[in-house]
């Protein structure tokens, strides 16, 4: 397998100087391989994403002297393919539709007990309530979400690899660590379609990412991306979590850091290899 990596932002903001050093580290990984590295834009979130901001991306990312394969891929043309993974979950017996809004979640969670975990990667661990629905009974005003507990059963889990600094080492997936600090997450957001999850995991395995090189705060929402490749039946590549770039203050960025955008270096007449100096890669660009 062609050693693959791929950068994915989403069109929702600038690319600051987080998303050039995991897009530069992505190519400079696939380049020493002698490998491919692509490009893909995830603007599943049409509320959020912006044509204006996926032009920038491209010039930023050409201005740092990057290239990738055409046509990039882009999510919000790809909802057939994530229905029909959906499908496949759902047929499993997977799924259930959810009408709970934040404040009903917030109510049923009840005051925080000590030791019992409140957050996983997915946000608020959901409390359960309409895990009794039906998927035929979803409506437009519904998510849908994963029942772990069948999903865990379901699964012939996996381990994965990881190599990137801090977290290198074979990783097994843990079911009662899925049930207790990840729970029952949304693989269709409302009017989305898809969710990141569903939608990485579909289009890691269509792209034939065999690296995924992408920031540490992703790592915790990894054993979700390995557990619905296992019951999808797609690949696991190989994951490599880096570091992230952080502000004077230690704070990591944002993408309403305006102050560290791509485009605000360019137009105070920074140069790309000003840029890999800033968050310390070597100058070649392989
Ligand atoms: N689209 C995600 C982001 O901009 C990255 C997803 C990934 O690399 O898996 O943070």
Redesign the pocket.
């Known amino acids: 397998m062609t050693f693959t990596t791929?950068?994915?932002?989403?069109p929702t903001g600038p690319l600051h100087l987080g998303?050039a050093y995991?897009a530069l580290l992505a190519h400079d990984m696939a380049m020493a391989k002698d490998g491919r590295f692509l490009l893909r834009i995830?603007d599943i979130d049409q509320s959020r994403a912006r044509p204006a901001w996926e032009v920038q991306i491209y010039e930023d990312l050409q201005w740092l002297g990057l290239a990738w394969p055409q046509p990039v891929m882009r999510q919000s043309d790809r909802m057939p393919r994530y229905r029909a993974a959906l499908r496949q979950l759902s047929a499993m017996g997977l799924t259930y539709p959810c009408r709970c809004n934040r404040a009903d979640i917030e109510a049923a969670a009840g005051a925080p007990q000590e030791g019992v975990p409140q957050f996983g990667p997915d946000g608020r661990i959901y409390p359960g309530i309409c895990r009794g629905r039906l998927p035929s009974d979803a409506t437009d005003k519904d998510v849908i979400r994963l029942n772990m507990e069948k999903a865990v059963q379901a699964a012939r889990l996996r381990s994965f690899t990881e190599t990137g600094p801090g977290f290198a080492g074979t990783r097994q997936l843990d079911p009662e660590q899925l049930i207790s600090t990840v729970g029952d997450i949304i693989l269709v957001r409302r009017s989305m379609g898809s969710s990141?999850h569903l939608s990485?995991v579909v289009d890691d395995a269509d792209q034939g990412i065999s690296h995924?090189v992408?920031?540490a705060d992703?790592f915790e929402a990894t054993q979700i991306h390995v557990l619905l490749q296992s019951l999808l039946d797609l690949p696991t590549p190989v994951y490599h979590h880096h570091r992230l770039i952080r502000d004077d203050a230690g704070k990591r960025l944002a993408k309403r850091d305006d102050a560290r955008a791509i485009a605000k270096y360019r137009t105070e007449g920074a140069t790309p290899r000003d840029i890999r100096k800033i968050v310390g890669l070597p100058a070649s660009s392989g």
């Open positions: 791929r950068f994915a932002p989403s998303h995991s995830e990141y990485v995924a992408r920031g992703l």
